[in-house]
Structure formats: C-alpha cells, structure tokens
C-alpha cells in the first residue's frame, strides 16, 4: 500500500532536508515540496501567495496519480490550516493509500533561531530569501511564533500526528527518529 508522508513543522526546522535524505534513501518516492513547485510559476516572486495557490491543486493531482502507481510521496510543507491538511489526507485515503502526519518541533525560541540560521550566508533555496522577506513584512518573530503556536494547536486536533523532536544541528538523530516513526 502507498504512503503519502506528510512532514509538518516551523519553517527552517528541518522538513526539506528530511524529505531529500529519504527519497535519496528509498529509490522511488517523490518528494513533493510545494515550496519548490511554487517557484516553477511565473512572477512567484511578486505573489508568492497566489503562486502557492496556483500549485496546490496540480501538488495534489501529481501526488494521487503518484500514489494511486503504487508509490510513496513524501510532503515537506508546513500545513496549519486544518481544512488544507484534510485535502491532502483526503487525496491520500481516497485513493487508498495510507497517511502518515509527522510534525518536527524544537522550542518556540529556537525554532525562530533555526530559521535565521538557515541558508547561511548564501541561500541554496530561492525561496528561502522570499520567506524570510514574507516573515519580516508580516512581524518577524511573531509570525514565527505564532507559527509555533498554530502547529501546537493543531496537534491537539490530530491524535494520529508523531511528534518528533528536531533539536538544532541533530540532523541524524532525528532522521533516525523519523524512520523508527514510520514503521
């Protein structure tokens, strides 16, 4: 049966680069990051919102074509609205394949240190430059808080979400921690 694994977290927590380190390991699954996507559509830089909303409905179609072929998708996004989590599971148990929610938290503090760390000093992502712009516009740390808090609610909704601790730098002990969960 297919899987689609949805990682959850704060921005900067460590979901992209969980999801690359598994689809590295597990020839096959595709790593659907709405986040790269996005940047794929024209003038994503000017609306970035209204590019997020362009390419949600096509990350959905490719992911249920993906998992109705018998095959696992991994989904690195940060999903706080729980009407917008509800589509994807759907996507994923209409079709009959299994949903895994794995959400990775650190403190609220150091989940905004971590964000203002990522990329270092040279940006691998462009579209980690346009979120840091997008938070600084809507509050800064707030926002990142706030963000923090949103995903704390929403877990007292989604008693089947795992939470995994993503402390800063422990990138092997939380993959390793990850793995264990899906199984």
């Not at 940060?78 to 917008?84: A, H, I, K, N, Q």
């Not at 209409?94 to 971590?114: C, H, K, N, W, Y």
């Not at 601790?165 to 969960?181: H, K, L, N, Q």
Request: glycine share 10%; aromatic share 6%; hydrophobic share 45%.
């Amino acid at each position: 049966m297919s899987r689609l694994i949805h990682l959850n977290g704060p921005p900067g927590i460590g979901k992209s680069t969980l999801a690359r380190r598994f689809v590295a390991e597990h020839p096959g699954v595709l790593n659907c990051d709405i986040d790269a996507l996005r940047t794929l559509i024209g003038g994503w830089e000017r609306d970035s919102g209204e590019a997020g909303a362009l390419i949600r409905p096509a990350a959905l179609a490719m992911i249920e074509a993906y998992l109705a072929n018998g095959h696992d998708v991994v989904l690195p996004q940060m999903l706080v609205d729980p009407t917008e989590l509800a589509r994807f599971e759907a996507c994923a148990v209409g079709i009959g394949a299994q949903f895994f929610e794995r959400v990775l938290m650190d403190t609220p503090a150091a989940s905004v240190t971590r964000f203002h760390s990522r990329g270092g000093s040279a940006s691998e992502d462009p579209w980690h430059d346009q979120v840091r712009a997008i938070v600084a516009a809507n509050g800064g740390d707030s926002v990142l808080t706030g963000y923090h808090a949103a995903l704390e609610r929403l877990l007292s909704e989604r008693p089947d979400a795992v939470v995994i601790m993503s402390a800063d730098g422990a990138v092997e002990e939380t993959y390793c921690s990850f793995i264990e969960s899906l199984t």
